[in-house]
């Protein structure tokens, strides 16, 4: 089944804290095994020279990881079925089958940041708490006036409402040089909103196209900018989940995943992150991430100096930098000092996702299953939605 951002971020970053303990002397300031030079980034300012690392998996895996994210080989991949069975996920959206009849196949292809299912958690949990969540609210959503959504915000790492953030809302899977459809505050002390809301939410009306992207907008000490690409929209009188994340958690966040002494996230690089789902919307066990500079068709290699890219994918619960690939439990990545191309000297240039992994058995190597161009903010949080769309023969 799929599952929100908002089944995983408290225990991520919980979690976070434990492993880069465990794995501080894995990656340090830098690798000298990789023989770098100083890679794409220039070096760190230690004596040690840092550089590209390699792009498969080093088949090393850390002590302790779970066998499903940290093989030597690529699985097939799988999707997490009734009692933790392992079953074949729903390809029929890319192979023009009917469909795995193994997948649990009834979650829809939502389900994220910004997702258009609620993740189970319900809303007076989700409203009360945090620091700027305000005052608890009923336990049920309202009923929007006809032809109108919900919008949520919450917390990245707590789940708890977000109240009187301002939110921008765009139609389709973009944002850049688009003029949002939607502005709202979220309804909070300052913002009363309609009396039917609970906190950290606005009605929008519904959009002509079937996805959505948004912006929630800095508030300064509460919390950063977080942006996401690509959520899906229900059914009125549906409900779309966004996030954001406050500035302390936005560089724990940065600073695990490029673990280097005295470093800082960079003004011009930002956070990719995102599940990888098949056609049902299940977390998918087995994929692996890509990132290409569409220019130039190369992948962008990931390194360990200060401005290189890192990846890191989940085991069954935490961000986990042995990992080889996605976990069917936990079907998340994340990439760290991704350029971005949203704004400033880079706007424009062109950056490539795409997701590789195995359907089936007679598949001796990756396939490529989904891709999509992205826009990357920089120094936020950026959560995009890849659905499987490369069709397979």
Same mark, same amino acid.
């Given at each position: 089944m799929a599952r929100s951002l908002a089944a995983w &971020?408290?225990? +991520?970053?919980?979690?976070?804290?434990l492993v880069a303990l465990a794995c501080s002397s894995d990656e340090g300031g830098s690798d000298p095994a990789t023989g770098g030079t100083g890679g794409t980034g220039g070096g760190t300012g230690g004596a040690t020279a840092c550089g590209p690392t390699p792009l498969g998996f080093s088949g090393e895996c850390k002590g302790?990881?779970?066998?499903q994210c940290c093989g030597a080989a690529m699985p097939v991949m799988k999707v997490r079925g009734k009692n933790d069975a392992l079953l074949d996920p729903d390809w029929s959206c890319i192979t023009g089958s009917g469909g795995s009849s193994g997948s649990g196949g009834s979650s829809g292809s939502g389900g994220s940041a910004g997702s258009a299912t609620d993740?189970? &958690?319900p809303d007076a949990a989700a409203d009360g708490g945090g620091a700027d969540a305000g005052a608890p609210d009923a336990a049920t959503d309202a009923a929007p006036p006809s032809?109108?959504? *919900? +919008?949520?915000?919450? #917390?990245?790492?707590?789940?708890?409402?977000?109240? #009187? *953030?301002?939110?921008?809302?765009?139609?389709?899977?973009? *944002?850049? #040089?688009k003029t949002p459809f939607h502005t709202a505050f979220t309804k909070g002390p300052l913002n009363a909103g309609d009396p039917t809301l609970n906190? /950290?939410? +606005? +009605?929008?009306?519904?959009?002509s196209s079937k996805y959505i992207s948004y912006r929630v907008k800095e508030k300064p000490g509460v919390a950063k900018e977080f942006v996401g690409f690509g959520e899906e929209v229900p059914a009125v009188p549906g409900k779309v989940v966004g996030n954001t994340l406050s500035p302390d958690l936005y560089l724990q966040l940065a600073t695990f995943v490029v673990p280097l002494p005295g470093w800082s996230p960079p003004d011009d690089l930002s956070i990719l992150t995102g599940p990888v789902r098949d056609c049902s919307g299940d977390d998918v066990g087995g994929a692996r991430v890509r990132y290409f500079d569409e220019e130039t068709n190369t992948e962008v290699e990931p390194g360990s100096c200060e401005r290189d890219i890192r990846y890191v994918y989940f085991d069954a619960q935490y961000p986990n930098p042995k990992c080889a690939y996605t976990d069917y439990r936990q079907s998340l990545w994340v990439i760290a000092n991704a350029p971005?191309?949203?704004? /400033?000297?880079n706007k424009g240039h062109k950056y490539r996702i795409e997701y590789w992994g195995r359907l089936k058995d007679s598949d001796t190597e990756a396939v490529k299953f989904a891709e999509k161009s992205i826009e990357v903010y920089a120094k936020t949080v950026n959560v995009h939605q890849i659905r499987p769309n490369v069709p397979q023969k």
């Open positions: &971020t408290s225990v +991520f970053f919980v979690g976070m804290g302790g990881a779970p066998e993740g189970g &958690t032809s109108q959504n *919900i +919008f949520q915000v919450e #917390d990245f790492s707590s789940g708890n409402a977000v109240v #009187d *953030i301002e939110v921008e809302l765009f139609e389709g899977e973009a *944002i850049v #040089d906190n /950290g939410q +606005f +009605f929008f009306p519904h959009p971005a191309n949203a704004a /400033g000297p």
